[in-house]
T-cell receptor
Framework: DQQVKQNSPSLSVQEGRISILNCDYT??????FLWYKKYPAEGPTFLIS?????DKNEDGRFTVFLNKSAKHLSLHIVPSQPGDSAVYFCAASLRYAIEGSQGNLIFGKGTKLSVKP | KAGVTQTPRYLIKTRGQQVTLSCSPISGHRSVSWYQQTPGQGLQFLFEYFSETQRNKGNFPGRFSGRQFSNSRSEMNVSTLELGDSALYLC??????????????FGEGSWLTVV
């Protein structure tokens, strides 16, 4: 049973346009969400995170939106650049973990973004 | 400062053998987590160590084990290898773990192929 779902395995966008990557989760206890980017043959790199007390976090070209009622978050990249082409993973965590559990990251299966020049 | 270092980067093993992978976290980081990445399942959490103690574990069989040393370096071991264990194994480190809200940093991974 997947707790974090990225329903689009791939996305193709023209350079300069907006890329929107979506992520859904099922566990309402998740309260901390992260996005990672992964290039082939490299480990994932942290991009941006958001706490459940916020609905938006922005860092340069990257903005993450959180809709808790819909259990949905999205990553917006504006403007998209060819160097953004990578696999993007959404992850969720229990930041303030239940006693006895220190929590861990639950990842989606990733969305491969291709930005065409 | 140096990043998370994993060794070996690539290895091939035969079914039934065992393998040990090593991870050196970023200096000052006490939490080390291990993940398995496969095309079909994405990134899946294996276990987390903090101050030499395993404090969380994912849904993997007992063939997967790990440990952490006093210098925070960690090893994971897979015994009685199966073909399905072929994957990229990623190590991640942070100061105190994800539950503390710390950013975690990944190594480049160890590619294991079981034949």
């Amino acid at each position: 049973d997947q707790q974090v779902k990225q329903n689009s395995p791939s996305l193709s966008v023209q350079e300069g346009r907006i890329s929107i990557l979506n992520c859904d989760y099922t566990n309402s206890m998740f309260d901390y969400f992260l996005w990672y980017k992964k290039y082939p043959a490299e480990g994932p790199t942290f991009l941006i995170s958001i706490s459940s007390i916020k609905d938006k976090n922005e860092d340069g070209r990257f903005t993450v939106f959180l809709n808790k009622s819909a259990k949905h978050l999205s990553l917006h990249i504006v403007p998209s650049q060819p160097g953004d082409s990578a696999v993007y993973f959404c992850a969720a965590s229990l930041r303030y973990a239940i006693e006895g559990s220190q929590g861990n990251l639950i990842f989606g299966k990733g969305t491969k973004l291709s930005v065409k020049p | 400062k140096a990043g998370v270092t994993q060794t070996p980067r690539y290895l091939i093993k035969t079914r039934g053998q065992q393998v040990t992978l090593s991870c050196s976290p970023i200096s000052g980081h006490r939490s080390v987590s291990w993940y398995q990445q496969t095309p079909g399942q994405g990134l899946q959490f294996l276990f987390e160590y903090f101050s030499e103690t395993q404090r969380n574990k994912g849904n993997f069989p007992g063939r997967f084990s790990g440990r952490q040393f006093s210098n925070s370096r960690s090893e994971m071991n897979v015994s009685t290898l199966e073909l399905g264990d072929s994957a990229l194994y990623l190590c991640a480190s942070s100061r105190a773990g994800v539950s503390s809200g710390n950013t975690i940093y990944f190594g480049e991974g160890s590619w294991l192929t079981v034949v």
